[in-house]
Every structure is written in C-alpha cells, then in structure tokens.
C-alpha cells in the first residue's frame, strides 16, 4: 500500500511538473512554436509519461487553460477580499489587471494569445477561454446589478471591452497607463450614488 501510494504521489509530481512546464513555455514562446520535446526535456520525463498524464499535446493545453483559468479566479477573488464599496470593488479590478500586467515578462492575456493559435474549431481549449471570458462577463454584470446599473448587462460590456482593450493596449505599448485611462472611463459609468 505504502509503494503505491509513493508511486501515485510521483506520478502527480511528474504531471505537475510537465503542467508547469508547459504553462511557462506556452505563454513565453506560444503554443505552436512549443513543442512537446522541449516540454518533456525541461520537465524531466520522457514523452512516453507526457502523453500518459494528457493524452496529446491538444489535451495539454486544455490542462493548461484550465489550470490558467482556476489560478486567476483564485488570485482575483484575493484581490476583492478586502472590497466594501462598488467603487472600491470596479477600482479593485482594474488594479488586479494592472497588477498582472506587472508581474514578470507580459505578454498579454494569456487567453486571447491562445485562441489565436488555436486554429481548429473543434480544439477543446476553445471553449475553457470562451468560458473564462464569458465568466468575466457575468461577474461584471452582477457587480452591475448589485451597484445599481440601470442597464447592467449593457454596462457589464463596456467594463469587459474596457479590461480586453486595455490589456492588449499596455501589451502592445509596455506601458501600464492604459489601465489607468480604462479604469476612469469605467467609474464615469457606475450611478453617481456610488462614485466619490
């Protein structure tokens, strides 16, 4: 039983080790320009154990994105913890893009650079990125709702098209001021009950 269960830990170790790799790599060099090779070597396991753990380099990258997708949500809601107003929470969520922004090498959103390399339709990452973005959508339209938007859903747009075209704006420009212009063109439409 002890064996096993040392087994089944190093097995776990390997797929993190591989998942961590490929998350790193991914986002560095994209994912067409990464192959599986250079993934196995720089995580120490041969392709035998890569293919093992996801089954093909499709369903590594689904690993991937999925993996992306409950680390960010996880690191956003610390972001909101100490939250009390709607304008600190709107604020708050700029900020958190912004913070991404400055975190190591940016090179933009890590969901939009691969559904552009994602060129099949039927690729399985297509629909954890549309469903990381449509979650961004319905937390902004209930943060809408709850701030008292007359239209929240219509509002809760505006706010995403503000986080997307900022985030792609500071990447292209290595600066982090489009986030600042974004973040005040988003407060200009919360209800002027809930504004300073």
Known sequence: MAAARRRTDGERSAADRILATASELFYERGIRATGVNTIAE?????????YAHFGSKDG???AHLRARDQRWWAEFDEYLASCTTAEEWL???????????????FRGCGFVNAATELTA???PGHAIIGGHKAGIRRYLEAFATEAGCAHPAEVAEEWFLLLEGATVTASLRHSTEPFHRARHAALRLLPATNRA
């Open 60 to 62: 590594l990258v689904a």
């Open 121 to 123: 339709a039927d690729h």
């Open 91 to 105: 604020e708050t969520t700029f900020d958190a893009y912004q913070a991404w922004a400055l975190a190591g090498e």
């Open 42 to 50: 720089r995580a120490a396991v041969t392709k035998v154990t890569l």
